[in-house]
Each structure stands twice: as C-alpha cells, then as structure tokens.
C-alpha cells in the first residue's frame, strides 16, 4: 500500500503545466498615421501594407483595419466604436526568428491587446445574403481555353471583358463594392451556389455609372447586379447564412508607448 503513494505525492510536488505564450512580435512601432482620406493616402504612397518573413508594415491603416487583419474578417464582420475607422496608425514590426508572414494575425491580436488594451467577443450572426445561382436556360458563357495565353482579370470600367475568370473571382467582383461600403453595387454579400468549377471567359457590365470618390456619388444601382447577371444565365436569389462577426467589447484610442 505504502508503495502507491509515492506516485501521487510526486505527482503533487510536479508543476503545473502552462498555457503556451501568446505569438507576438519581437518590437513593434506605432505612431500616428496620416490625415486625409484613403484615396489621397493611397495615391501618396502613404497608406500601405507590407508583410514578409521578417517584419510587417502597415501605413496609414485604420485601427479598424488592423482588427479586421488580426481576425481575418471584412469590415462589416467587426463591429464596434465608429470612431475605429477615424483614428489612423503607421506600424512598423519585426517578427520573431523563425516565424512566417502567416503569423502575423496571431501577433497582431497581441499586439492589439497588449498595447490598445483590446477585448473582443465572438457573434455568429445569421444575415441576408445574395445567393449566385443558374437561371433557368444556363450559362452563357464559355469556358476559357486551356491554350489561351491571355492573362487571368478583366479590362474595363463598367464594360468589362474577363478571361479566366472562376464564379470565386465573379462573386468577389460583386462584392467589392459591398465590402467597400459604396452604395452603388449589392447590398448585401453574394455567395455562389452555381456549382461551376472552371474558368470562363464573359462580357460583364457592372460598374458606377457617375463619379465615384470617398462619398460616392455614382448613379448606378443594386439593379445592375440583377442585369448583369442576368444576362451571363445566372441570377440573384435573396437567401440568408449564419457568419461569424467580432464584436468589441473595449479598445482604448491611444496605444501605450514605444
């Protein structure tokens, strides 16, 4: 009997094991960024982002931004204080030996909480959705040629000609705008359920039909989409699905020092 006891009395003496530490960055800067708006810091060279294997730089980034990166989620999936897309930073990291560029969301949830004092929550939330379907007669575009040495993307402002495009890349198309926040595309996110798997070559017209700029003035529609799509033989069916959205629950403007 004396003999089983022993185990357990070392088993008592034996540490407890702890959670493994959080990835962060090995030193991070950050400064307030530039005023104006994104357009004019992007044509500047001011607003930026540039990850590697070796340090991430972000130029003139929203603070939403950086929680939108750190989570891997569009804007409209973050919701908190509106002023978190009106307070700018320039960051400038070093990651840690070793580690890889795709890393670098988890270290920026750290730095996040660590210097902005973050706390967020998560929210499955069930919104409506567009939902990319066949219309009746099929498709009315065709395949793209294996042998076809034309690059994959389209030309074109509001008449686009595309080749070797994916339902993936015609989806995120109609999503621009949305994830944008401009009034002129869909007003809500478009999902594909056409079940086509290839690329394909097709005429599109969609695009803003007026002068498009920080307060979007175009005169186009969400009645495009329909008839753009309408006219590939495809169409837009209003449908509903369940995302995961971040909720914040406490973020402090001002980061702590350098």
Same mark, same amino acid.
């Given at each position: 009997?004396?003999?089983?006891?022993?185990?357990?009395?070392?088993?008592?003496?034996?540490?407890?094991?702890?959670?493994?530490?959080?990835?962060?960055?090995?030193?991070?800067?950050?400064?307030?960024?530039?005023?104006?708006?994104?357009?004019?810091?992007?044509?500047?060279?001011?607003?930026?982002?540039?990850?590697?294997?070796?340090?991430?730089?972000?130029?003139?980034?929203?603070?939403?931004?950086?929680?939108?990166?750190?989570?891997?989620?569009?804007?409209?999936?973050?919701?908190?204080?509106?002023?978190?897309?009106?307070?700018?930073?320039?960051?400038?990291?070093?990651?840690?030996?070793?580690? #890889?560029?795709?890393?670098?969301?988890?270290?920026?949830?750290?730095?996040?909480?660590?210097?902005?004092?973050?706390?967020?929550?998560?929210?499955?939330?069930?919104?409506?959705?567009?939902?990319?379907?066949?219309? #009746?007669?099929?498709?009315?575009?065709?395949?793209?040629?294996?042998?076809?040495?034309?690059?994959?993307?389209?030309?074109?402002?509001?008449?686009?000609?595309?080749? #070797?495009?994916?339902?993936?890349?015609?989806?995120?198309?109609?999503?621009?705008?949305?994830?944008?926040?401009?009034?002129?595309?869909?007003?809500?996110?478009?999902?594909?359920?056409?079940?086509?798997?290839?690329?394909?070559?097709?005429?599109?017209?969609?695009?803003?039909?007026?002068?498009?700029?920080?307060?979007?003035?175009?005169?186009?529609?969400?009645?495009?989409?329909?008839?753009?799509?309408?006219?590939?033989?495809?169409?837009?069916?209003?449908?509903?699905?369940?995302?995961?959205?971040?909720?914040?629950?406490?973020?402090?403007?001002?980061?702590?020092?350098?």
């Amino acid at each position: 009997m004396k003999r089983l006891i022993l185990p357990f009395i070392l088993c008592g003496l034996m540490p407890a094991q702890q959670a493994p530490a959080k990835l962060a960055f090995e030193v991070a800067s950050i400064k307030p960024g530039s005023p104006g708006s994104p357009i004019e810091l992007a044509r500047s060279g001011r607003r930026y982002v540039k990850i590697d294997d070796a340090q991430a730089a972000f130029g003139s980034i929203q603070l939403a931004g950086l929680i939108q990166m750190a989570y891997g989620l569009p804007f409209d999936q973050v919701k908190g204080p509106d002023w978190l897309s009106d307070v700018r930073f320039d960051v400038q990291a070093k990651l840690p030996a070793g580690a #890889k560029k795709e890393q670098v969301p988890e270290m920026l949830q750290t730095l996040l909480e660590e210097r902005f004092k973050l706390t967020v929550h998560h929210d499955p939330r069930a919104i409506p959705v567009f939902v990319l379907a066949l219309a #009746k007669d099929g498709p009315k575009f065709r395949a793209s040629a294996a042998e076809d040495p034309t690059k994959a993307g389209c030309t074109g402002m509001v008449h686009k000609v595309c080749h #070797k495009l994916t339902m993936d890349d015609l989806v995120d198309m109609l999503n621009l705008p949305f994830r944008a926040g401009m009034r002129w595309g869909v007003e809500r996110l478009v999902m594909d359920a056409t079940d086509l798997h290839g690329s394909y070559d097709f005429g599109f017209d969609y695009g803003p039909t007026g002068p498009v700029g920080d307060t979007d003035t175009s005169t186009a529609s969400v009645s495009t989409a329909f008839d753009a799509v309408r006219a590939l033989g495809l169409k837009l069916e209003p449908s509903e699905r369940t995302f995961d959205f971040i909720v914040v629950d406490h973020i402090e403007r001002v980061p702590t020092e350098n």
